[in-house]
């Protein structure tokens, strides 16, 4: 029995060194074959990526025996293949989204022309009135393009009636005893002039509404007045300032 046994391991031995031998035997060939078809540099095929990347997941040995590439090349070789796998595996039998009906893209292009002031967000709620249930992002996407915005920009309105257009704001500033003062400052807009400029310890609607009247005593100095949405600018404010016909 040990006889028999040492015969099989001689013989498997020597069968493996035949193998090892004719593997690295075809690895060589391989490159030379390459060699032989290439110029100046060794061009490598699609079908030669394949066979290293297979030979170096089946032989321990390949790197040895590679030389015209670097062995990370070959390892990158079998990462992108092993994505391309996966990525085909992933996808396979799935068709993506679905697409959206052309009597839903149709209504958002007509509704888009015929109310040209309508944004995405105003549509999506019509939509949804009628009974579709689409995202924003679809709606954005086929809505109609228009060369030009449906009124002038803000910057061309600012362009022409700079001469009429005034800036109000207010500022604090801490003062030496840890009170707070506050500062309303009048700013002309084509000019950047500064018109006008008071203090309070204690700002209410009527006191800002007061610094536009003596800024513009008289009717039509002044057609539009830019402030922020503070609550400062009440009631008693929106109301001196109507008065004067002004826009603000």
């Excluded at 032989?59 to 992108?80: F, S």
């Excluded at 068709?95 to 109310?115: Q, W």
């Excluded at 109609?144 to 500022?171: G, M, V, Y």
Aim: include cysteine; hydrophobic fraction near 45%.
């Amino acid at each position: 029995m040990g006889m028999l046994k040492a015969v099989a391991i001689f013989l498997r031995a020597m069968f493996l060194a035949k193998a090892r031998l004719s593997i690295e035997n075809l690895a060589l060939r391989q490159q030379l074959a390459v060699c032989s078809q290439s110029v100046k540099r060794p061009k490598l095929s699609a079908r030669d990526r394949f066979f290293w990347a297979c030979l170096s997941q089946l032989w321990p040995g390949w790197r040895d025996a590679l030389a015209i590439v670097q062995p990370e090349t070959v390892l990158k070789w079998h990462r992108i293949g092993f994505k391309l796998f996966w990525k085909w595996k992933s996808t396979a039998g799935k068709v993506g989204r679905p697409c959206i009906a052309h009597e839903i893209r149709d209504l958002i292009r007509r509704m888009s022309r015929e109310n040209p002031i309508w944004g995405a967000p105003r549509i999506l709620s019509e939509l949804r009135l009628l009974g579709y249930d689409v995202a924003e992002s679809t709606v954005a996407k086929y809505m109609a393009r228009r060369q030009k915005p449906p009124s002038q920009t803000w910057r061309t309105f600012l362009d022409n009636h700079a001469s009429e257009i005034t800036a109000c704001d207010f500022f604090t500033v801490p003062t030496a005893t840890f009170r707070m003062l506050y500062c309303f400052v009048v700013l002309s807009h084509d000019r950047r002039r500064v018109l006008h400029f008071n203090v309070t310890f204690h700002p209410t609607a009527s006191w800002a509404a007061q610094q536009i009247v003596e800024v513009f005593p008289y009717d039509g100095a002044l057609k539009y007045l830019l402030r922020d949405n503070d609550s400062i600018y009440g009631q008693a404010f929106q109301q001196r300032v109507k008065s004067l016909g002004i826009h603000g």
